[in-house]
């Protein structure tokens, strides 16, 4: 009885440290990515960024109508259950907490990477939402494909796992960066998706003063 | 194959601890903050977060959800695949022994897919939990906007000026 306890007891450690240390080694490359992608707010291979033409619900956008303003760019797209509403709510409380002098000297775009789906009136009645000046923009599949590789923004088509689920449901893989581009419409730097109001604010206030220390 | 390993040992030692009588696990949950989140109008999906605390000394498996307020209910995980976010429904969240698992914007989450009316910040909605052994647990949450801490934020802003 003892010994059949005994083995039991030593067979269920066993497992318990096997168990530990595949969980250990499963978890370290992930981590490092982690650590990576967020010590890392400016990309290695820099994507050029550049102006970029799209369809708000009234009429098109170009970038180049916001230089002389601090831009703060997301891709996106309104049926996404989580990622997006996090990113664009950390936006619009940043947004809501700047003063009005420094409310002028920001703009907020949102850009579709579901254009399928995400009419401009559809991205204006969504961008509404989140209260912060904001500029929604669609295009066709084409010219979203070409903004998002200016900017090095990814996303895709999640594959669905139930054929007979395949539907307008689909959900959308996609890169959460908020691009900072600066008053020239050049692209600064990028940051990591959840970033929090307090981090996104530290980031503009940086960028505005810089830009008042050079017009001085 | 490594994957293999641990699904092996996983299903091994719950097998083994299946030899002790337990409790039912709904009882040995316990939930805390948990609420949903008001969707932006057009939105068809809404997640619900909460931290799941467990008192038991075994891993507790929560494989379903279930909810009046929407078409579908599913648990679903992000993973950060290099910058991509990608979103996958999963089986089930394991609660480990004595710890807790936190469901949260950008990882763990339950999905309310197709509200049957748009959830509106103030509002309570009700969510069924269902664990490995059967038990179910409800919890009830309040329904609040990605902009709700705006308050506390001003408040700390006004410090910092």
Redesign the interface.
Known sequence: MNSKKFI?IS??IL??V??II??V??SKPLDN??NS?YTQSVISEKPSGGNFTLTAADGKHSLNEYQGKLVLLYFGY??????C??D???L??TY??LSQAEKDQIQIIFVTVDPERDTAA?ML??T????ANMVGLTGSKKEIAQVAKQYGA?Y?K?EQ?NQAKQNA?Y?V?????TYLIDQQGQLQTQL???SS??QI?QLIQMYLSKKQISNQ | M??A??AL??G??TS?SSFQVMANQASNVTVSDPYA?EV????????SFMTLNNRSDHAIKLVQADSTVAAAVEL?T?T??????????VQFFTIPANGQSQLK??GN?I?L??PHKPLKAGQTVSLQLQFEDGSTKQVDMPVK???Q??GK??H??QHHH
Not at chain 2, 80 to 89: C, E, I, S, T
Request: net charge positive; glycine share 4%.
């Open positions: 039991f067979a269920l497992i318990v096997l168990s595949v969980i080694n499963e990515i982690r992608l309104t049926y996404c259950p989580d990622i509403p996090t664009l709510g950390n619009s409380m809501h907490n559809r009645e969504y509404n939402y989140f209260d990814v895709a999640a796992h449901n959900s893989d996609h890169s959460a960066f990591a998706h959840a109001p307090k604010s | 490594k994957k390993i641990s040992t996983l091994l030692l083994l989140r932006p109008p057009g939105a068809h999906a809404s997640a679903h992000h950060n695949d290099n910058g991509m976010m990608r979103m996958r429904q914007p950008g989450h999905m897919i197709k906007s990605v902009m801490n705006m934020m001003n700390d802003m």
